[in-house]
């Protein structure tokens, strides 16, 4: 049963459509955690994922970040370990970290590697691949450019999925960003969707989408007027 808390704020939720404005706008009222609430964007996408070009899958730099301080690990051996270190990430290693997972560590948000360890990577796939953290060089997490990779997951670059439900779950900021620096993020991603957009997807692409606090409830958006900012 929702507390009354929640009952309380959705209350403050109209059953309608909003612009992105008034949304951004209704968010800080929505606020009842005393941490900084994470801001998220919901998409119910006109796809099947299912069908090898319509399983959207890509990475995306938001331009004010995410407000999330991310764990970066880097399989990486030599210089290249030394690089990922002095660029920011956070563990850098090879044989000694895939032993720590394989115990069952996690304590890392995204994992990058150099194409030279990734038959070390490729023994943790099992692993890995379930919880979204395999290295995948079409994601641009498989590089010898580590500097480059580190330093764009620490500014916020995020990944956005489909999942089997048809729908797309991406953090756009915090709480307490400005109003400027969610609408830039969000902006930026659906500008993304839209380029993703697979040449055989037929009728409505983007269907619905909904924003909302971790422990809001959520805001449905009007879809067409957000296409067209």
Known sequence: ?????????????????????????????????????????????????????????GMVSL???????????????????????DAGADYAGTTDLEEKIKSGWFDFDVAIAT?????????????LGPRG???????GTVTFDITKAVQE???????????KFSNIHVPVGKVSFKADDIKSNIGTIVETLIKAKPS????????????SLTMSPSIALNVTRLIKR
């Open 1 to 57: 049963m929702p507390g009354k808390k929640y009952n309380n704020i959705s209350s403050l939720v109209e059953k309608r459509e909003y612009d992105l404005d008034e949304a951004i706008e209704l968010l800080p009222k929505l606020k009842t955690a005393k941490f900084d609430e994470t801001v998220e964007l919901a998409f119910h996408m006109g796809v099947d994922p299912k069908i090898a070009d319509q399983n959207i899958r």
């Open 63 to 85: 331009p004010a970040g995410t407000g999330k301080n991310v764990r970066v690990l880097v399989f990486a051996k030599g210089e290249k370990e030394k690089e990922a270190l």
């Open 115 to 127: 194409p030279d360890t990734m038959d070390i990577v490729g023994k943790l796939g099992r692993i």
């Open 133 to 139: 953290l395999m290295p995948n060089p079409k994601l």
């Open 153 to 163: 997951m620490k500014a916020g670059k995020i990944e956005y999925r489909v999942d």
């Open 200 to 211: 055989t997807v037929k009728g409505s692409y983007i269907k619905k989408c909904h924003v």
